[in-house]
């Protein structure tokens, strides 16, 4: 809701009125104080409706998705580099169903922006294999498997890249 300046800002001067706080003895307003600049500081890597588009993408619904992430107007002046692969990465999955060209567009992107978690990126190159099976690319699909299944080391996706192998044999 706020841009990611702004929370810093906000976060900045809630720890210098706690710092005073502290100073004229009101110890409990100002450690009160500094968890709610925690608050600001942690929205400020974890955007709120990133996080919000992720519970509902959690419960399939890829419309309540494209509505928390059409909020976002300007993703490059409200969102860090990081939060930009997410948003991109979110964008690839609601696509996926509809558009391969623009899924594969927007995984290609989040990949190069970075994500956090080896999870989400074995996922994005595990779509972005499907998608170039899809497409005839096999050698680019096989590559993409490999690294996915490098990078899926919960063994979360194993059934999955498994059978997507079994249909490459098929091409």
Do not use: C
């Amino acid at each position: 809701m706020f841009n990611k300046n702004l929370k810093l800002v906000i976060a900045g001067l809630i720890i210098a009125y706690s710092v005073y706080q502290f100073i004229e003895g009101n110890i409990g307003n100002g450690i009160f104080l500094i968890l709610l600049s925690l608050i600001f500081i942690f929205l400020y890597f974890r955007n709120e409706i990133i996080l919000l588009a992720f519970l509902k993408m959690r419960k399939q619904d890829l419309a309540g998705t494209k509505n928390w992430l059409d909020k976002i107007k300007s993703p490059k002046a409200a969102l860090t580099v990081k939060q930009q692969g997410y948003y991109n990465y979110l964008h690839g999955i609601i696509f996926s169903q509809t558009n391969l060209t623009q899924a594969e567009k927007y995984f290609k992107k989040s990949l190069k922006l970075g994500l956090t978690m080896d999870y989400d990126v074995a996922m994005a190159k595990l779509s972005l294999a499907g998608i170039a099976m899809q497409k005839r690319r096999k050698r680019e699909a096989t590559m993409l498997l490999n690294e996915a299944k490098k990078l899926d080391k919960n063994n979360m996706l194993t059934d999955q890249i498994k059978m997507m192998q079994q249909q490459m044999k098929k091409i």
